[in-house]
C-alpha cells in the first residue's frame, strides 16, 4: 500500500492591514501541520509526526514622528526613548539623548525654553494689542516706559536670573539641595519650595501649584494627582513646542520688517 500524507493548516484570527485599514495589528498567526505516514501493507504501527510552528504578532509600533511613515528604525522610532517622557514620539534623528544623563538635561532645557516661549508669545501679542507698538521696536520708542538705564537694567537681569539659574543648575545635579532654610531667605520654612511631587522639572506644591491643578491640599499639606500631573506634562509640552515655534516665526518676521498681528492684517 502506498504512503499516504495528511497536512492542514489552520489560521486563526488573521486580519489583513489592508483590509482592516490600518486600525487594528495583525493578530497571531497559528499554523498546525500534521503529517502522518503509514507504511506498507499489514504493518501494524505507524509513525505519525506533529509540527507546530506559532508565529506572534509584532508588537504595535509608536507613533512616528513624520506623518505617513511608520515608526521603526533608529532615525524614526530610536531605541534610547522608550516613550516615558511625555510627548515622545521618537524624534531624535541626530542621537542626542543616547546618554541618559544628556537626554534628562535635554527635555529640562525643552522645558524652561518653552515655558519661556509661552510667555513671550503672550506679552508680544497682547503688549503691541495695547500700546500698537511692535515687539521689537518696544524698548526704543519714545513713550515707552524706561524708569531705569539700560546698564541698570541689564546688571539687575543679571543678578538675579544669574542667582536663579544657578540655583536651579545645582538643584539639578543635586536634587532637593536647595529646598533648605539659607537657599529662601525670605521665608521662615523651605517646605513651600521644596520639590513635592519628587521629579525633576515639576516641583508642584504651595508655591509652585497655587491653584492645585496638578494636586490637592489635605490639613494644609500638598498631595500631587498622578493623573492630573501626568495630563497636565503631556499638554504643557505641546504647547511649548507651539511656543516655540511661533517664536522662531515671530524672528523671521522681524527681520522683514513685519509684526505677528500685522501678518494676520489685524
Known amino acids: 500500500m502506498a504512503a499516504a500524507t495528511s497536512a492542514t493548516a489552520v489560521v486563526n484570527g488573521f486580519t489583513s492591514p489592508f483590509l ?3 486600525k487594528k495589528s495583525s493578530q497571531s498567526l497559528f499554523v498546525a501541520i500534521n503529517n502522518k505516514v503509514g507504511a ?3 504493518a501494524g504501527a505507524g509513525i505519525s509526526t506533529t509540527r507546530r510552528v506559532v508565529v506572534a504578532a509584532a508588537a504595535a509600533p509608536k507613533k512616528s514622528w513624520i506623518p505617513a511613515v511608520k515608526g521603526g528604525g533608529n532615525f524614526v522610532d530610536p531605541e534610547w526613548l522608550d516613550g516615558s517622557l511625555p ?7 541626530l542621537g542626542l539623548g543616547k546618554d541618559p544623563a544628556f537626554l534628562k538635561w535635554y527635555r529640562e532645557a525643552e522645558l524652561i525654553h518653552g515655558r519661556w516661549a509661552m510667555l513671550a508669545v503672550v506679552g508680544i501679542l497682547v503688549g503691541q494689542a495695547w500700546s500698537g507698538i511692535p515687539w ?3 524698548g526704543a520708542d ?10 541698570t537694567l541689564l546688571g539687575t537681569q543679571l543678578l538675579l536670573m544669574g542667582w536663579v539659574e544657578s540655583k536651579r543648575w545645582v538643584d539639578f545635579f543635586d536634587p532637593d539641595s536647595q529646598s533648605v532654610e539659607w537657599a529662601t531667605p525670605w521665608s521662615r520654612t523651605a517646605e513651600n519650595f521644596s520639590n513635592a511631587t519628587g521629579e525633576q522639572g515639576y516641583p508642584g506644591g504651595k508655591f509652585f501649584d497655587p491653584l492645585s491643578l496638578a494636586g490637592t491640599i489635605n490639613n494644609g499639606v500638598y498631595v500631587p494627582d498622578t493623573e492630573k500631573l501626568e495630563r497636565l506634562k503631556l499638554a504643557e ?5 507651539l511656543a516655540m515655534l511661533a517664536m522662531l516665526i515671530f524672528y523671521f518676521e522681524a527681520g522683514q520688517g513685519k509684526t505677528p498681528l500685522g501678518a494676520l492684517g489685524l
Open 142 to 151: 519714545p513713550g515707552a516706559l524706561a524708569p531705569f538705564s539700560f546698564g
Open 20 to 22: 482592516s485599514g490600518g
Open 40 to 42: 506498507g501493507a499489514g
Open 237 to 241: 509640552i505641546k504647547h511649548s513646542r
Open 87 to 93: 510627548g515622545d514620539f521618537g524624534f531624535d534623528p
Open 136 to 138: 521689537f521696536e518696544a
